[in-house]
């Protein structure tokens, strides 16, 4: 009994000294590049909410989980924008958020981790595994990492001229 007491006891001590984080909105984004006619275009979303528990001396417990506001999107064309807030892409009105949770992180690295969780756009959820890094300045940390993904997953785009795949770069500052 006493054991099973004190194995409690340390994990609650543990979870409790895990660094939690924000993410903040100055110097955090979400980029992608997609093909639309053979061309290259490119686009942002902002509006980072959410909570960072990141120890690197405590991976298992560490976890992400953060939302970016789906009406932020911004390709340089305000028209191209109201399209993608629309129903066909992302249904901005019935699905405000796309949020990347995590399952796990793991080591990959000196200051690199594989990031292995789930991405959810416009109700719809697929795992997702990318490898990122985090850089600690004073009490906040820059996590950047990029992964692949095909948009028809998610019911994005339907039968448009935009190629499926498209490549996804994060990049948040996060603080205590």
């Keep these: 009994m006493k054991k099973l007491l004190l194995l ?3 994990s ?25 006619l053979g061309f290259d275009v490119g686009g942002s979303f902002s509006g980072f909410e959410g909570t960072i528990d990141f ?13 970016i506001n789906a009406a932020t999107i911004n390709t340089d064309n305000s028209l191209r924008d109201e399209h993608l807030k629309g129903g ?14 995590s399952t796990k992180i793991t080591p990959a690295g000196k200051g690199a981790y ?3 969780g789930s991405l959810t756009i416009k109700g719809k959820s697929k ?13 906040v940390y820059a ?6 993904m095909k948009r028809k997953d ?6 448009s001229t935009v190629s499926d795949e498209l490549e996804v770069s994060i990049n948040v500052i996060a603080k205590k």
Aim: aromatic content about 14%; overall charge positive.
């Design 8 to 10: 409690v006891l340390i």
């Design 12 to 36: 609650g001590i543990s979870q409790v000294s895990l660094a939690q984080y924000k993410p903040l909105e100055l110097g955090s984004s979400l980029k992608f590049t997609i093909k639309n």
């Design 55 to 67: 120890d690197p001396q405590n991976l298992s417990n560490s976890k992400f989980d953060v939302t």
């Design 88 to 101: 066909n892409y992302f249904d901005v009105k019935n699905s405000p958020h796309i949020k990347i949770a």
């Design 114 to 116: 594989q990031f292995n």
């Design 127 to 139: 795992p997702i595994s990318f490898p990122f890094t985090a850089v600690l300045s004073a009490d």
């Design 143 to 148: 996590f950047k990492g990029s992964f692949k």
């Design 154 to 159: 998610f019911g994005v785009g339907g039968t």
